[in-house]
Protein backbone atom coordinates (compact mmCIF):
# COMPACT_ATOMS: atom_id res chain seq x y z
CA UNK A 1 0.00 0.00 0.00
CA UNK A 2 1.53 2.97 -1.45
CA UNK A 3 1.53 6.32 1.35
CA UNK A 4 2.62 9.47 -0.12
CA UNK A 5 3.46 12.85 1.28
CA UNK A 6 3.94 15.78 -0.39
CA UNK A 7 4.89 19.41 1.12
CA UNK A 8 4.96 23.06 0.04
CA UNK A 9 4.76 26.51 1.77
CA UNK A 10 2.55 28.92 0.34
CA UNK A 11 3.32 32.74 0.35
CA UNK A 12 0.22 33.67 2.24
CA UNK A 13 -1.53 33.61 5.71
CA UNK A 14 -2.83 30.23 6.75
CA UNK A 15 -6.29 32.22 6.76
CA UNK A 16 -6.19 33.07 2.78
CA UNK A 17 -5.04 29.59 1.86
CA UNK A 18 -8.10 28.26 3.89
CA UNK A 19 -10.33 30.41 2.67
CA UNK A 20 -9.49 29.30 -0.95
CA UNK A 21 -9.36 25.18 -0.57
CA UNK A 22 -11.78 24.68 2.14
CA UNK A 23 -14.77 24.16 -0.08
CA UNK A 24 -14.89 20.67 -1.71
CA UNK A 25 -16.31 21.68 -4.74
CA UNK A 26 -14.04 24.50 -5.87
CA UNK A 27 -11.45 22.32 -6.77
CA UNK A 28 -11.21 23.76 -10.33
CA UNK A 29 -10.92 27.51 -8.67
CA UNK A 30 -7.19 26.54 -7.75
CA UNK A 31 -6.22 23.62 -9.34
CA UNK A 32 -4.67 23.84 -13.01
CA UNK A 33 -5.78 19.83 -14.05
CA UNK A 34 -9.28 20.54 -13.05
CA UNK A 35 -12.37 21.95 -15.31
CA UNK A 36 -15.35 21.02 -13.13
CA UNK A 37 -16.66 19.94 -10.42
CA UNK A 38 -20.29 19.66 -8.63
CA UNK A 39 -21.73 18.16 -5.53
CA UNK A 40 -24.02 14.89 -6.22
CA UNK A 41 -27.77 15.96 -4.62
CA UNK A 42 -27.62 19.54 -4.29
CA UNK A 43 -25.58 18.82 -0.94
CA UNK A 44 -23.49 21.78 0.87
CA UNK A 45 -20.32 21.45 -0.06
CA UNK A 46 -18.48 21.62 3.53
CA UNK A 47 -21.01 18.49 4.60
CA UNK A 48 -19.38 15.20 5.81
CA UNK A 49 -20.74 12.71 3.61
CA UNK A 50 -21.15 14.80 0.70
CA UNK A 51 -19.76 13.43 -2.93
CA UNK A 52 -18.07 15.52 -5.89
CA UNK A 53 -18.07 14.34 -9.32
CA UNK A 54 -14.87 16.18 -10.95
CA UNK A 55 -13.58 16.41 -14.36
CA UNK A 56 -9.81 16.96 -15.36
CA UNK A 57 -9.04 18.94 -18.66
CA UNK A 58 -8.01 15.51 -19.86
CA UNK A 59 -11.36 14.24 -19.49
CA UNK A 60 -10.81 11.63 -17.14
CA UNK A 61 -14.01 11.83 -14.45
CA UNK A 62 -13.55 10.89 -10.65
CA UNK A 63 -15.46 10.53 -8.12
CA UNK A 64 -15.09 11.53 -4.46
CA UNK A 65 -16.27 11.36 -0.83
CA UNK A 66 -15.68 13.89 2.02
CA UNK A 67 -15.10 12.03 4.91
CA UNK A 68 -13.98 15.17 7.07
CA UNK A 69 -13.81 18.71 7.34
CA UNK A 70 -12.31 20.78 10.52
CA UNK A 71 -11.71 24.70 10.48
CA UNK A 72 -10.21 23.95 13.49
CA UNK A 73 -7.52 22.59 12.33
CA UNK A 74 -7.44 23.19 9.21
CA UNK A 75 -7.71 19.83 7.21
CA UNK A 76 -10.31 18.17 5.01
CA UNK A 77 -10.07 14.40 4.55
CA UNK A 78 -11.77 12.62 1.05
CA UNK A 79 -11.61 9.52 -0.65
CA UNK A 80 -11.77 8.32 -4.10
CA UNK A 81 -14.95 6.78 -4.87
CA UNK A 82 -14.81 6.28 -9.06
CA UNK A 83 -11.52 6.86 -10.72
CA UNK A 84 -9.82 6.13 -13.87
CA UNK A 85 -6.96 5.33 -12.24
CA UNK A 86 -5.81 1.57 -11.28
CA UNK A 87 -6.64 1.99 -7.81
CA UNK A 88 -8.41 1.60 -5.29
CA UNK A 89 -8.98 2.55 -1.11
CA UNK A 90 -7.83 6.05 -1.54
CA UNK A 91 -8.00 7.85 0.73
CA UNK A 92 -6.04 11.37 0.93
CA UNK A 93 -5.68 14.27 3.73
CA UNK A 94 -4.83 18.08 2.76
CA UNK A 95 -3.87 19.91 6.18
CA UNK A 96 -2.39 23.27 6.63
CA UNK A 97 0.26 25.12 9.15
CA UNK A 98 0.77 28.22 9.92
CA UNK A 99 4.45 29.30 9.52
CA UNK A 100 4.26 31.78 12.27
CA UNK A 101 7.56 33.86 11.52
CA UNK A 102 6.81 35.18 8.46
CA UNK A 103 3.11 34.56 8.16
CA UNK A 104 2.85 32.23 5.25
CA UNK A 105 1.10 28.66 5.04
CA UNK A 106 3.11 24.80 5.62
CA UNK A 107 0.71 22.64 3.55
CA UNK A 108 0.43 19.08 3.27
CA UNK A 109 -1.02 16.12 0.89
CA UNK A 110 -0.88 13.03 2.32
CA UNK A 111 -2.64 9.94 0.74
CA UNK A 112 -3.03 5.70 0.92
CA UNK A 113 -4.12 3.57 -2.04
CA UNK A 114 -3.93 0.15 -2.82
CA UNK A 115 -2.85 -1.07 -6.44
CA UNK A 116 -1.40 -3.98 -8.91
CA UNK A 117 1.94 -3.82 -7.91
CA UNK A 118 3.25 -3.27 -11.61
CA UNK A 119 1.91 0.07 -12.03
CA UNK A 120 2.76 1.07 -8.02
CA UNK A 121 5.14 3.90 -9.46
CA UNK A 122 3.73 5.18 -12.47
CA UNK A 123 0.89 6.12 -9.92
CA UNK A 124 2.88 7.27 -7.46
CA UNK A 125 4.53 9.61 -9.54
CA UNK A 126 0.89 10.85 -10.90
CA UNK A 127 -0.36 11.74 -7.37
CA UNK A 128 2.95 13.53 -6.55
CA UNK A 129 2.47 15.44 -9.92
CA UNK A 130 -1.13 15.98 -8.88
CA UNK A 131 -0.34 17.21 -5.47
CA UNK A 132 2.54 19.57 -6.71
CA UNK A 133 1.14 21.45 -9.88
CA UNK A 134 -2.03 22.24 -7.02
CA UNK A 135 0.43 23.75 -4.54
CA UNK A 136 2.40 25.44 -7.03
CA UNK A 137 -0.99 26.64 -8.43
CA UNK A 138 -2.08 27.97 -4.76
CA UNK A 139 1.39 29.68 -4.30
CA UNK A 140 0.78 31.97 -7.78
CA UNK A 141 -1.98 32.74 -7.37
CA UNK A 142 -1.90 33.97 -3.75
CA UNK A 143 1.44 35.01 -3.55
CA UNK A 144 1.55 38.22 -0.94
CA UNK A 145 3.59 40.99 -2.85
CA UNK A 146 5.06 43.64 -0.25
CA UNK A 147 4.15 47.11 -0.21
CA UNK A 148 7.27 48.52 -2.08
CA UNK A 149 8.99 51.28 0.28
Known amino acids: MPKIFYSSVIPSPIDRVWATIRDFNKFPSWHPAVCDSSIEENRPSDAVGCVRS ?12 LLALSDREYLFTYAILESPLPMIEYVSTVRLRPV ?50
Not at 54 to 65: A, V
Open 54 to 65: LYLKSGRHFRER
Open 100 to 149: TDIDQTYAQWTCEFNCAPDVELELIKTVLSVYQSGFDSLARNLLVVSPSG
